[in-house]
């Protein structure tokens, strides 16, 4: 049986795009556990290790915090189940949505008053150019 390929740092980099600052970081926190090394104490990483790597850049551009990452790491090593994972991270998902649904109606809101001031703005602006001209 042949071993599996081993990355370097750089390669991780490269293939999932993030800095090695970043993936020692996830390290430290504990998302990404069991990162293996070999002499002179040299950071090796399979293809597990870039799976979960792409998996957290995923949800990071999903808008989910490290934090919650951690829960859902914690929750896959509790329960050693990927079903409670995923039904942890619906649950997570379904909040995000709903505060950027929340969010996206606040924006709208916000536009329409800055249109709004605008347009009194501009009216005024109007006065004053008409007064002058006067």
Known sequence: MTEPLKFSIGAVCHETGLSARTVRYYEELGLLPGVRRREGARR????????????????????LSLAEIGELNAVYAIDGSTGAMLEHLDELLGRH??????????????RDDIQKYQDHVGARVGALVQEAAE
């Open 44 to 63: 090796v990483y399979g293809e597990d290790e870039l799976e979960r790597l792409r998996f957290i850049r995923r949800l990071k551009t999903l808008g």
């Open 97 to 110: 949505l709903t505060g950027l649904t929340q969010r996206i109606e606040e924006l709208g809101s916000l």
